[in-house]
């Protein structure tokens, strides 16, 4: 018995706007570590001691310090099954908008083009001292921890969105009008318990749409979905590539 159900492979074969959201979960097969559960970033670090501007004001070292091990975690990591999938979802959907929560670019290294960084990036660092600076790149390398601004001098802090900063306020309006206009919405590995994001869903779901959620354990979401399969992203991305190209019976 397949995993997915006859009729919604015939409703996304008939798609024409699909919307994939994901999470830490969709990187898990890649080695890096999610933020909640089990072997999660958190377990061992209380989110309101990094995360945050104030963290961050209060001891920058040992938030640089946090960040330097996740970016050297997800500089040795490789795209799995799932980025891999959702990158060849691109081409097959005629319409099709990326979300991510994650701050590791594997959805880039494995080929999806545009995906709408709502988080940032672990990648890029950008300065902390007068607006006027502008300092905001790409960044690899860094040689003190806390990194200091090359123009003006003042600290340097990672490009991601913390708890109480709002999102980049164009990638949200993109976020937002896609899900507003798909006719299908995947919930990919995510707690669904960080907002705005989490709110993602529920025009799709306001408008009678397949709603369809991947994540290995229950999520508030869960119960409010089309289906909700308890899977693993990277197998049950597989099984859906595999059906949709017709390489199996439905
Ligand atoms: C698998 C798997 C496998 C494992 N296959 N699955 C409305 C209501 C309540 C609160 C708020 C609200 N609006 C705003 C807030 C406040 C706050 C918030 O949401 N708080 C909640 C925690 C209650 N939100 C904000 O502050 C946001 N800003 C904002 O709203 O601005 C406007 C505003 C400002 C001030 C006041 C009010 C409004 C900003 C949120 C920024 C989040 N930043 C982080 C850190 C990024 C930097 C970094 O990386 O360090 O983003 S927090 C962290 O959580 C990170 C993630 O992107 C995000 C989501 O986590 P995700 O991806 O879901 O990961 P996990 O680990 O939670 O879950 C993994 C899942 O995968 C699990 O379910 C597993 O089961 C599953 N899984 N292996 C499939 N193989
Ligand atoms: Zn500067």
């Given amino acids: 018995m397949s ?28 080695g890096v570590s999610t933020f909640r559960g089990a ?11 990094m995360a945050t501007p104030e963290a961050f004001s209060g001891n920058p070292k040992a938030v640089w310090e946090w960040y330097e091990a996740r970016r050297r975690q997800v500089a040795e990591a490789a795209p799995n099954r799932a980025h891999e ?7 097959y959907f005629p319409g099709f908008t990326l979300v991510t929560q994650n701050v590791d670019r594997l959805h880039q290294k494995a080929g999806s083009r545009w995906p709408l960084e ?13 607006p006027s600076c502008g300092e905001w790149e790409d960044r690899h390398e860094l040689v003190n921890l806390p990194p200091q601004c090359p123009q003006c001098g003042a600290l340097l802090r990672p490009g991601v969105v913390w708890f109480g900063e709002g999102l980049p306020q164009q990638t949200w309006d993109e976020a937002e009008e ?36 991947i994540n290995t354990e229950e999520t508030p979401l869960s119960g409010r979905v089309t289906l909700s399969l308890r899977s693993k992203a990277g197998e049950a991305l597989e099984s859906l590539r595999e059906l949709l190209l017709g390489n199996k019976p439905g």
């Fill in 85 to 91: 999938v959702i990158a060849w979802m691109e081409g």
């Fill in 39 to 49: 072997g999660g970033l958190w377990e061992k670090v209380d989110p309101m001691k």
């Fill in 178 to 213: 896609a899900a507003r206009a798909c006719d299908v919405f995947f919930v990919i590995g995510t707690s669904a318990l960080v907002y705005p994001a989490a709110a993602l869903p529920e025009d799709p779901l306001s408008r009678g749409k397949p709603v369809i959620e």
């Fill in 118 to 130: 709502l988080h940032g990036s672990l990648w890029m660092v950008r300065c902390t001292g007068n």
């Fill in 3 to 30: 995993l997915w159900p006859r009729k919604l492979l015939q409703e996304l074969r008939d798609c024409h706007k699909a919307v994939v959201l994901t999470g830490a979960g969709v990187s898990a097969e890649s």
